[in-house]
C-alpha cells in the first residue's frame, strides 16, 4: 500500500458533520461560501476543515491546504485541521510538513493511536524508518490484538532487516486476522519475508547493479537480491539506486505500488538527485497523484533544470491539473532539449482539446514514430481517424515544429 493510500484509509474517522454546508459535494458551492465569510472565528475554522476534508475526498489537495492554513490561522488549536493538513501534505509529497503538522498534533494532548499511525508513514516517507518503527511500536503497544498494526510493524522490521521480528509479528497478526484484507496483507509480507531471507543472489549488489544496468528487471529473485544489498549499503545515493532497481523490479512484476513507496523511499534518502525525484514523478503520474507528481518534478527540476524527461513528466502532471499553458511550455521545452515521445503526447492531448484534430494526430504520430506503443496512445490515434498509423508516419518529418499556441 502506499503512504497516501494509507493515510487516506487512516483519514475517513475525521469525517465531517453530514449537517455541515461545507460538507460533501456541495463544499466548493456559494452556501459553503457565504456562511465561511458570516462565522465567528471558531467557527469558521471548523467551516474551514469541513470543506478541507471534501475537498481532499475530491482529489484537490493543494486546495484543501489552502483551506487548512486558514483555519489554523484562525484555531491553532484545531487538531482535526492539523491532522488533516498531515494528510493534504502527504498527498501532495510533503512528509516533513505533515510530520511537523503531526508533531503538533501530538503535542496537544489527546487520543494519540491514529497520529502515531499516521506519523508513522510521514517519518517512513522521510526514510526514517527506525522512527517509523518506534511510533509502531507505540500503536501495537496501545493495541496488541489489532492484526492491522502488526503487520504494519512486521514491514517495518522486514525495511530493517529484522527478519526474526517480523515473522514473529505476523505469526501473532495471522491468529488475530479477521477479514480476507488482512489475511492477505499477512500472506503478501510472509512470502516477502521468505524470498527477501532466503532468496537472494550471493553478491547481491553486484547482481542487483548488473541487472539494472542491462534492464533485467524480471530476473529470478530481483527484489530479494536488491533488498539483501539496499540492507547492506550506508551511503544514501548507493541505497537510493539499489532502491531504484529494487522499484522496477517490481513495477516489472506489476506491483505498482511497491515500487511508488520504493521511489519515495529513494528520493527521501537522496533528495538532491533529479533521477529518484523524476522516477517518483513518474510513479505519482501513474498513480493518478498529480500533485505529488508536479512537486517531485519541481524538486528533480530544480536539481537538473535541463531534465528532458522531467519536464515531459511536469507537463503531463500540469496538464491533468488543468493547468494548460504551464503544461505547454514544459513539453515545448522538453522537446527542445530531447525529442521524446511522453511531451508529444501531452501537446496532442492540448491540441485536442482545442478541436484541432489536425495537429493533434501530427503530434501524436510523432510520439508513434519515437516508439510510444501503448494503448492510450493506439486509442487517441483512432479517435482522429487513424487506425494503422505505420502507413501515417513521415520518417522524415517532425510535426509540432510550428505548434500552435496556447
Given at each position: 500500500m502506499s503512504i497516501s493510500m494509507a493515510v487516506l484509509i487512516l483519514a475517513q474517522a475525521a469525517q465531517p458533520a453530514i449537517a455541515s454546508p461545507c460538507g460533501g459535494e456541495d463544499a466548493a458551492g456559494a452556501p459553503c461560501a457565504a456562511a465561511i465569510a458570516a462565522a465567528r472565528p471558531a467557527e469558521r475554522s471548523r467551516l474551514l476543515y469541513d470543506r478541507a476534508f471534501a475537498l481532499n475526498e475530491q482529489g484537490d489537495a493543494a486546495a484543501a491546504l489552502a483551506d487548512l492554513d486558514k483555519a489554523l490561522a484562525v484555531d491553532p488549536a484545531n487538531r482535526a485541521a492539523r491532522?488533516?493538513?498531515?494528510?493534504?501534505?502527504?498527498?501532495?509529497?510533503?512528509?516533513?510538513?505533515?510530520?511537523?503538522?503531526?508533531?503538533?498534533?501530538?503535542?496537544?494532548?489527546?487520543?494519540?493511536?491514529?497520529?502515531?499511525?499516521?506519523?508513522?508513514?510521514?517519518?517512513?516517507?522521510?526514510?526514517d524508518v527506525a522512527g517509523a518503527l518506534a511510533d509502531r511500536t507505540r500503536v501495537v503497544e496501545a493495541a496488541p490484538d489489532d492484526a492491522i498494526a502488526l503487520t504494519d510493524r512486521a514491514a517495518e522490521y522486514l525495511w530493517l532487516g529484522r527478519f526474526g521480528d517480523a515473522g514473529a509479528d505476523l505469526d501473532h497478526a495471522e491468529k488475530l486476522a479477521r477479514d480476507d484484507g488482512a489475511r492477505a496483507r499477512v500472506a503478501t509480507l510472509r512470502t516477502r519475508l521468505a524470498d527477501w531471507r532466503d532468496e537472494a543472489a550471493p553478491d547481491a549488489a553486484t547482481?542487483?547493479?548488473?541487472?539494472?544496468?542491462?534492464?533485467?528487471?524480471?530476473?529470478?529473485?530481483?527484489?530479494?537480491?536488491?533488498?539483501?544489498?539496499?540492507?547492506?549499503?550506508?551511503?544514501?545515493?548507493?541505497?537510493?539506486?539499489?532502491?531504484?532497481?529494487r522499484a522496477r523490479a517490481f513495477a516489472a512484476a506489476d506491483?505498482?505500488?511497491?515500487?511508488?513507496a520504493d521511489w519515495q523511499m529513494a528520493a527521501a534518502i537522496d533528495p538532491g538527485n533529479a533521477r529518484w525525484q523524476?522516477?517518483?514523478g513518474f510513479a505519482d503520474v501513474a498513480a493518478e497523484q498529480h500533485q505529488a507528481a508536479r512537486r517531485a518534478f519541481d524538486r528533480a527540476l530544480a536539481a537538473a533544470p535541463d531534465d528532458a524527461a522531467a519536464l515531459a513528466g511536469r507537463a503531463a502532471a500540469n496538464y491533468s491539473l488543468h493547468a494548460t499553458r504551464a503544461a505547454y511550455a514544459d513539453a515545448?521545452?522538453?522537446?527542445?532539449?530531447?525529442?521524446?515521445?511522453a511531451a508529444y503526447v501531452v501537446l496532442g492531448d492540448i491540441a485536442n482539446d482545442r478541436h484541432d484534430s489536425s495537429a493533434a494526430s501530427?503530434?501524436?504520430?510523432?510520439?508513434?514514430?519515437?516508439?510510444?506503443?501503448?494503448?492510450?496512445?493506439?486509442?487517441?490515434?483512432?479517435?482522429v481517424g487513424i487506425d494503422e498509423p505505420e502507413?501515417?508516419?513521415d520518417n522524415d518529418r517532425l510535426p509540432g515544429a510550428d505548434a500552435p499556441t496556447v
Open positions: 491532522r488533516e493538513r498531515a494528510y493534504s501534505r502527504d498527498l501532495l509529497g510533503d512528509f516533513a510538513g505533515a510530520r511537523a503538522d503531526l508533531d503538533h498534533a501530538l503535542a496537544l494532548g489527546g487520543g494519540n493511536v491514529v497520529l502515531f499511525k499516521e506519523r508513522a508513514l510521514a517519518l517512513h516517507g522521510l526514510g547482481a542487483c547493479h548488473a541487472a539494472g544496468e542491462t534492464r533485467r528487471y524480471g530476473a529470478p529473485h530481483l527484489v530479494a537480491t536488491c533488498s539483501a544489498a539496499f540492507l547492506a549499503a550506508t551511503a544514501p545515493t548507493e541505497r537510493a539506486a539499489l532502491l531504484d532497481v506491483d505498482a505500488d511497491s515500487a511508488r523524476a522516477s517518483l515545448r521545452r522538453s522537446i527542445a532539449l530531447d525529442a521524446n515521445a501530427d503530434y501524436w504520430l510523432q510520439a508513434y514514430r519515437l516508439g510510444e506503443r501503448s494503448e492510450d496512445l493506439l486509442v487517441r490515434l483512432q479517435d502507413d501515417e508516419v
